[in-house]
C-alpha cells in the first residue's frame, strides 16, 4: 500500500531527530521532512509544502480575516517563556519588570507571537502600549531590513528604528533600555558579550508564570493545507500524533545519553521538577485556556479587531476531529 507523503517545513528542532532519522515511522503516512531557517511567508500559496510549523499569531489573524486556507492543528511546535527572552545591557540598572514603564523597548517585530506574550508580561505587571515607546527593527546587521510593523505603527509611539541600526548596536549604544528578541544574538552566551537578561532570576519568575496560568505559551502551532483536511479528514490527528511520539523519543534518548553538554542532567532533572510532565502536552483540550489567553491578548493589543475565541481559533480541533481529546 502506497503512504501518503506529506512535505512538511520546520524549524531545525531536535526533538524531530527520531523522524529525520527514520527511527520513527507512520503506517498512515510518509512525512518528508522539509528544515526551514525561516517559517513561510504564506503556507497555503507556497506550492513546496503540505504542512507546516507557522506563526500563532499570524494564523490567528488570517482566521480574524476569514482566511480558512490553512486548518490549524492545536499542537504547538515551538513553546517558550518569554521573560528570558527580555535582555538589556550588562551595565543597565535595570532588573525588573515594572521598571520598563515609560522606557525605550526594542521589537524584532510587532505583531510576532512571542512578542505579543512578552507584552502580555508587561501589561500583567501595569505597563501597557502607551506606556512606552517601542522602536522595531532588525536585531543585528546580519539580519534582512524587511517591514516588521504590517501597518501597527504609531508615529511618536510605535516606529521603525531609523536607518535601520541594529536593535544590538542602540542596546550597546544606550539608545534602548531592553530588547525583546526570541533568540539570542551571536556572542550573547560569551562572558564579555556586553548584554545580559533584564531580569537576574528568570527561571524563578517563569516557574511563577507557570504556576499562575498553568502552561507555557505556544508560539508556532502546525498548519495543514485545507484541502488535504477535506480529503484526509484523521490526517490533523495522525500527524499530532505522530510529532508528539518523535518528541517523546527524543526525551527519552536525551535522558539516557545525557552528555552532550556537562549539565543537561541538572537541566532535565530540574525541569522535572519544576513543571508537570504535563506541561507540553497538545491538543485542544490541554492547551485551551492559553488558546484562550492569546485570543485576548491580539485583541487587547489591536493585532485583531475581535477577540477570537478557542474555538474560532480551531474550528476543526476536538469535536469533529478528537484532537485534544486523547492524551498524548
Not at 135 to 154: E, K, N, S
Not at 213 to 232: D, F, N
Amino acid at each position: 500500500m502506497t503512504k501518503t507523503v506529506l512535505r512538511l517545513a520546520v524549524r531545525d528542532w531536535d526533538y524531530l531527530t527520531p523522524l529525520a532519522l527514520g527511527d520513527l515511522r507512520s503506517s498512515e503516512v510518509q512525512v518528508e521532512l522539509h528544515r526551514v531557517g525561516t517559517l513561510p511567508e504564506d503556507l497555503a500559496a507556497d506550492p513546496r509544502y503540505d504542512a507546516g510549523e507557522i506563526s500563532f499569531s499570524r494564523y490567528a489573524q488570517a482566521r480574524a480575516r476569514g482566511d480558512e486556507a490553512i486548518v490549524g492543528v492545536p499542537h504547538f511546535l515551538m513553546r517558550a517563556f518569554r521573560h528570558r527572552c527580555i535582555i538589556t545591557a550588562a551595565q543597565s540598572p535595570w532588573t525588573q519588570i515594572g521598571q520598563l514603564a515609560g522606557k525605550r523597548i526594542g521589537l524584532t517585530g510587532w505583531q510576532d507571537s512571542g512578542n505579543v506574550w512578552t507584552r502580555a508580561i508587561l501589561r500583567q505587571a501595569g505597563i501597557g502600549m502607551a506606556d512606552a515607546q517601542w522602536f522595531v527593527g532588525r536585531l543585528t546587521a546580519a539580519h534582512p531590513v524587511v517591514d516588521r510593523l504590517h501597518g501597527h505603527g504609531q508615529a511618536g509611539h510605535i516606529e521603525a528604528v531609523a536607518d535601520e541600526r541594529p536593535l544590538v548596536d542602540l542596546l550597546h549604544a544606550g539608545a534602548l533600555d531592553a530588547v525583546f528578541t526570541p533568540f539570542m544574538p551571536p556572542g550573547f552566551f560569551e562572558p564579555a558579550c556586553g548584554l545580559r537578561p533584564l531580569l537576574p532570576h528568570c527561571r524563578q519568575a517563569e516557574v511563577d508564570y507557570f504556576r499562575t496560568t498553568g502552561y507555557v505559551p505556544g508560539i508556532h502551532v502546525l498548519g495543514i493545507r485545507k484541502a488535504l483536511v477535506q480529503a484526509w479528514p484523521g490526517l490533523p490527528q495522525a500527524l499530532s500524533e505522530l510529532l508528539d511520539e518523535a518528541a517523546r523519543l527524543w526525551l527519552e534518548k536525551r535522558r539516557k545519553y545525557a552528555d552532550t553538554t556537562p549539565w543537561i542532567i541538572d537541566e532535565l532533572q530540574q525541569t522535572a521538577r519544576d513543571l508537570p510532565d504535563s506541561w507540553n502536552r497538545n491538543g485542544f483540550v490541554q492547551n485551551e485556556q492559553m488558546i484562550a489567553d492569546f485570543g485576548k491578548e491580539l485583541h487587547a493589543q489591536r493585532i485583531t479587531q475581535t477577540c477570537l475565541s478557542p474555538r474560532e481559533l480551531f474550528p476543526l480541533a476536538g469535536w469533529q476531529q478528537g484532537i485534544g481529546t486523547k492524551d498524548a
